[in-house]
C-alpha cells in the first residue's frame, strides 16, 4: 500500500489492507476540524492546508503537522524533518529535535506523520477505531495539546540542572477553531511556564477532553480554580505519556495544571 502503486480496487485488497484504509479513512474524517479551520483561514488570506518544506517531498500539513509521504512500494523512508522538536504522530513518546535527517522502516498501519511541540490540535472522535480515543470522546470535542517540552517545561533533559530554571516569560500557542454549521469560534490559547501549564478556552465553548502529552503526573488540576479529582475528571498514563481531563460544562474557562519542579523530583 506505500507508494499508492497497488490494486485499486478494494474489493481485491487483503483483510489487513481493508482495515488498515478503514483507519485511515476514520483518522481523515476526526481530523476535520483541523483541516475545516485551516481552510477557512486560507480562505481568508492565510497560508494553505498544505504546503511543501525543504527539498524533498516533506509537506506542513496545517502548523501543526509534517508529512513525508512514501512514494515508492517500499516501507523504509529518509526523513528530513524541520527545526523545532516534533513527535511522531503514530506513538509520541518518540520525539525528535530538529533539523534531522534519518532513515527508518514504518509498518503498513503507520505513515510519517510528525507533530510538533505547541501543537493544538482539534479532532471529532467517536470511537476507538483509530486508537486517538475511544467511544467515550463522542460528543465533545477532542484537543490533542503537545506542549513545548516535557509536561514541567524543560526542553533539557534533567540531568542538566542549567536547564531547569524558571523562565518569567511563557512558551505561548494558540489555535481558533471554526464550526462548519454554525458561525462560531472557539479559542484555544496555551501558556506554559517551568512547572505550570495554562490552557484558557474561550468563545463558543464545547464539552471537551484535552489529551495532553506530558512526561510526569501533575500535582494539581485545577479548571475555573476548583480543583478537579483524579479519576473522575482527569487520568494520567505514565507509560503513555498521556493526560486526559475531561469537561462536559460548555462555559469559557482557564485550565492550570501544577507539576513538581524538576529539581524537586524522586530520581
Known sequence: MNGGHGERALWKRSRQELEIIRRFTWLHQELVPYMYSHVRRCHEGGLPLQRPWGDEDGYFFGDDFFVV??????????????????????????????????????PLEEYPVFVRQGAIVPMNIQRAYTGVGDA????????????????????????????????????????????????????????????????????????HILRIHCRHKP???QWNEAFLAEGVRWWFDAEQQRLLVKTSDPTAGRYVLLFQPPNRRIK
Open 69 to 106: 509521504p512514501i512514494i515508492r512500494p517500499e516501507l523504509t523512508k529518509s526523513v528530513t524533518l524541520p527545526p523545532g522538536g516534533w513527535h511522531y504522530f503514530f506513538h509520541d513518546c518518540e520525539f525528535f529535535q530538529g533539523p534531522l535527517s534519518f532513515r527508518r522502516s514504518f
Open 136 to 207: 467515550g470522546h463522542s460528543g465533545y470535542v477532542t484537543w490533542l495539546i503537545y506542549p513545548f517540552a516535557d509536561s514541567a517545561g524543560s526542553l533539557a533533559h534533567e540531568a542538566d540542572p542549567s536547564a531547569v530554571r524558571v523562565k518569567a516569560k511563557p512558551q505561548e500557542s494558540r489555535f481558533t477553531l471554526h464550526d462548519a454549521d454554525r458561525p462560531v469560534v472557539t479559542a484555544v490559547h496555551l501558556l506554559q511556564y517551568a512547572s505550570r501549564l495554562e490552557i484558557e478556552l474561550s468563545g463558543a465553548v464545547a464539552p
Open 219 to 221: 500535582t494539581q488540576v
